[in-house]
């Protein structure tokens, strides 16, 4: 069975930072590029940040460049989104997917090979 687990959401003050986790079990993400989109209440879910299959190459949503890091270490199986300076604004549930190719955008049943559950994120004080 092909799934991905993330982890690490949680509640955080504004300007406070988190580190979500993406590990994959049943399969191997070393031939994937592996997204993180995210979905508020009553918003479309937007990409956040990809990282393409060997680690080469990245990129990031306007509104968390500068504030987000993506990385990986295929030797784990898993994808890691460090992020800091959070705002009130990056409240959603955060979801991580495995990419033929990394992309950002997101259209309803062809985004994505496998997805993960979703992990809450909410910054409030």
């Known amino acids: 069975q092909l799934q991905l687990v993330e982890s690490g959401g949680g509640l955080v003050q504004p300007g406070g930072s988190l580190r979500l986790s993406c590990a994959a079990s049943?399969?191997?993400?070393?031939?994937?590029?592996i997204g993180w989109f995210r979905q508020a209440p009553g918003k479309e879910r937007s990409g956040v940040s990809c990282?393409?299959?060997?680690?080469?190459?990245?990129n990031y949503a306007n509104s968390v460049k500068g504030r987000f890091t993506i990385s990986r270490d295929n030797a784990k199986n898993t994808v890691y989104l460090q992020m800091t300076g959070l705002k009130p604004e990056d409240t959603a549930i955060y979801y991580c997917?495995?990419?033929?190719?990394?992309?950002?955008?997101?259209?309803?049943?062809?985004?994505?090979?496998?997805w993960g559950q979703g992990t809450q994120v909410t910054v409030s004080s």
């Open positions: 997917v495995a990419l033929a190719w990394c992309t950002l955008k997101h259209i309803e049943g062809e985004t994505g090979i496998v």
């Open positions: 049943g399969f191997t993400l070393d031939y994937y590029a």
């Open positions: 990282i393409t299959d060997n680690g080469s190459s990245t």
